[in-house]
């Protein structure tokens, strides 16, 4: 009866450790994919303000830049319906 105490004790220590190992992967992981979506998030943002100064600029190319991917989004939808 005292081994299976002994091997009871060692069986939740080893538990216990790998739940640690395991939440501190965890919480690695977390902080790593919070890091990237921060500077895709800050990366995006430059190129937004970057796309708006050139529409600013260069108006005429903006508006058929829009026009062709409303285009090309609308027949993307129309394919989409008619199958």
């Known amino acids: 009866m005292a081994d299976f105490k002994i ?19 965890y919480n690695d992981v977390i902080d790593r994919l919070q890091n990237e979506r921060n500077r895709i998030t800050k990366e995006i943002r430059g190129e937004y303000k970057q796309a708006r100064k050139y529409v600013k600029k260069n108006p005429e190319t903006g508006l058929g830049v829009a026009l062709a991917g409303g285009l090309l989004v609308g027949f993307v939808i129309a394919k989409l319906i008619n199958r």
């Open 7 to 25: 091997t009871e004790k060692e069986l939740k220590d080893a538990i216990k450790k790998e739940k640690e190992a395991l939440n501190a992967a």
